[in-house]
């Protein structure tokens, strides 16, 4: 009877004790299913501080360097021989609109005319893409606040989508001097009025007008584009690709 009432006593106690235990117990292990969820995810309170203390004028000056320093590495990769030419990525074509003028003009031994007219369209390209580095630079320090916060956050290739739908006009109109001269200067024009003097001389065939101009303008836009897209996206996942203090703060998120 007395070990009856004594089992009474304690058992209140124990089962607290038990309580308490068990509550320490979860506790702890919810705490470490947190910080292993935290190292798996990346996202621990450093970083998010880190990340939250960048200031506008951080965030444009780093965007900004990183657009300078793909356009560079691009302008560097296309603007030499065998840039276009030779890279079948972004190999320029012959225009559609003179694919009849060489098929009527192949029947008569003018192939390789096409061929060496191909040739210096790419060859423009590649000795128009160094200079219009200076349009490239000068669209990229006029973006506005709103575009440099759209473009932080958007996906790995924002800012050259960016450039395709608010740039590719003006910077068109910018670089068609630029590619006309080119065009001039590798005997590009040279070489397709001897084709169309040939191919006009002919009778009874429609006629035919390609603007070389506007279309290695394109083409050229076109190709930095694809490989400013792949360097953007380098600069905001591959911590290799930061050459920059700014870069690895910016993007080192």
């Known amino acids: 009877m007395r070990n009856h009432t004594f089992l009474k006593s304690v058992w209140p106690i124990a089962g607290a004790l038990l309580c308490l235990f068990s509550l320490l117990f979860t506790t702890q292990a919810t705490a470490g299913i947190w910080d292993?969820?935290?190292?798996?995810?990346?996202?621990?309170?450093k970083t998010a501080t880190d990340s939250a203390s960048l200031t506008d004028d951080?965030?444009?000056?780093?965007?900004k360097e990183a657009l300078?320093?793909?356009?560079?590495?691009?302008?560097e990769q296309l603007g030499t021989v065998g840039g276009f030419s030779a890279d079948p990525s972004i190999h320029i074509p012959l225009p559609d609109s003179l694919k009849s003028v060489q098929s009527t003009l192949g029947k008569v031994g003018m192939s390789?005319?096409?061929?060496?007219?191909?040739l210096r369209l790419n060859e423009a390209a590649e000795l128009a893409t160094p200079k219009a580095k200076a349009l490239f630079m000068s669209a990229i320090q006029d973006m506005t606040l709103d575009d440099v916060r759209a473009i932080y956050s958007g996906p790995d290739d924002a800012a050259t989508q960016y450039f395709r739908e608010k740039m590719s006009g003006p910077l068109a109109v910018e670089m068609a001097p630029?590619?006309?001269?080119?065009?001039?200067?590798?005997?590009?024009?040279?070489?397709?009025?001897?084709i169309m003097d040939q191919y006009n001389g002919l009778p009874f065939v429609p006629p035919v007008d390609?603007?070389?101009?506007?279309?290695?303008?394109?083409?050229g836009m076109d190709g930095i584009f694809h490989y400013l897209a792949q360097e953007e996206a380098a600069i905001r996942t591959d911590p290799v690709a930061r050459s920059t203090d700014l870069l690895k703060k910016v993007f080192g998120r």
């Open 36 to 45: 292993d969820a935290k190292k798996m995810l990346g996202s621990d309170d």
């Open 58 to 63: 951080q965030i444009g000056a780093g965007l």
């Open 68 to 75: 300078t320093v793909g356009t560079g590495r691009v302008v």
């Open 112 to 118: 390789s005319t096409f061929d060496d007219l191909e």
């Open 178 to 194: 630029v590619v006309d001269a080119s065009l001039g200067e590798v005997g590009a024009v040279q070489s397709y009025d001897t």
């Open 210 to 219: 390609a603007d070389l101009t506007g279309y290695v303008v394109d083409k």
